[in-house]
C-alpha cells in the first residue's frame, strides 16, 4: 500500500492565497508640491514596513520613512541675517566657515490595501491599491564643519531649520509581486502624500516672527519595496512509500 507525506498546515504562494507577515525595506524618489516645493527640490526616502496580508489578500502596513535631499531653494535669503555680503558665514575664528545645508524628515503611516486579480502572475500577485494617514516631519539641517559658527548652532540654529510637522494622508498604485522564492517578492509603483503641516518653531529668524499659517506639502514619486514573507511554506515533492 502507497501513501503519500506532506504537511497540511503548508502552502504554495503559487498555488492559494496565503496569509503572511512581510517585512519589508524600500526607497522612493519624490517630487515636491505645494508649500514644501518653495523650500525644497527632489528627495528621496528609505524606509522599512512590517506588512501583513490576509487569505483575501487585503494588504495592511506600518511603515517608517526617512527623507532626504539637498536641493534647497532660497537658501541666501533664509540665511541672510548671518551672511557677509559675499555670501560667506564668518565663524568663531574670524574666518570663513564651510557649511551645507540639506533636507531632512520623517514620516509614520498605517496603510490598508487590496491585492487585485489583475496582470496576475499566482493568486498572490497582483495590481495593488493602497491608502492610509500619518504624521510627517521635514526641516532644513545646517551641517557646518567643526562646528565652529555659533550664530547656527543650538537654540540659534533652530531658528533657521524650517522644522514642520503635521498629519498626513497617503495613496499607493502599483504592482505587487508574491512568489514561491522568499527572495523574489517586490512591490512597485507611484505614492502620493498630503501633509497638514504647520511650522514648529516660535520664532524664524528671516521672517522675523513666527509662521502661524497652515502649509498643504504634496509629495509624488517612484517607489519600489523587497519583501521577507514570513509563512510555512509547501514541500516541492511528495514522497511515496
Given amino acids: 500500500m502507497a501513501f503519500s507525506w506532506s504537511m497540511q498546515a503548508q502552502v504554495n504562494a503559487n498555488d492559494s492565497v496565503v496569509a503572511a507577515f512581510m517585512p519589508s525595506f524600500s526607497y522612493a524618489y519624490q517630487f515636491p508640491g505645494g508649500d514644501v516645493a518653495k523650500q525644497y527640490g527632489n528627495n528621496s ?3 522599512g514596513a512590517l506588512m501583513y496580508k490576509t487569505r483575501k489578500n487585503i494588504l495592511l ?4 520613512n526617512f527623507i532626504f535631499g539637498s536641493d534647497i531653494k532660497n537658501a541666501d535669503s533664509i ?3 548671518v551672511l557677509t555680503d559675499n555670501g560667506f558665514i564668518i565663524d568663531g575664528n574670524g574666518v570663513y566657515a564651510l557649511y551645507n545645508m540639506y533636507e531632512r524628515g520623517y514620516s509614520i503611516n498605517f496603510r490598508i490595501g487590496k491585492v487585485l486579480h489583475l496582470l496576475s502572475a499566482n493568486p498572490n500577485s497582483g495590481v495593488l491599491l493602497m491608502g ?3 504624521y510627517l516631519l521635514h526641516r532644513m539641517k545646517i551641517d557646518v564643519q567643526h562646528q565652529t559658527a555659533p550664530q547656527l548652532e543650538g537654540d540659534y540654529g533652530k531658528g533657521y531649520d524650517r522644522l514642520t510637522s503635521g498629519l498626513a494622508l497617503n495613496e499607493f498604485i502599483g504592482y505587487f509581486y508574491m ?3 522568499r527572495i523574489l517578492n517586490f ?10 503641516t504647520r511650522s514648529r518653531r516660535d520664532y524664524i529668524f528671516d521672517l522675523m516672527g513666527k509662521d502661524n499659517s497652515n ?3 504634496l509629495f509624488y514619486g517612484i517607489k519600489i519595496g523587497w519583501m521577507i514573507p514570513v509563512y510555512d511554506r509547501a514541500p516541492d515533492k511528495y514522497y511515496y512509500y
Avoid: C, N, P, W
Wanted: hydrophobic share 40%.
Fill in 132 to 134: 492610509g494617514f500619518g
Fill in 61 to 64: 502596513s506600518l511603515d517608517v
Fill in 187 to 196: 512591490y512597485a509603483g507611484f505614492e502620493f502624500y498630503q501633509g497638514f
Fill in 79 to 81: 540665511l541672510r541675517m
Fill in 45 to 47: 526616502t528609505i524606509g
Fill in 215 to 217: 502649509h498643504l506639502d
Fill in 179 to 181: 512568489g514561491k522564492s
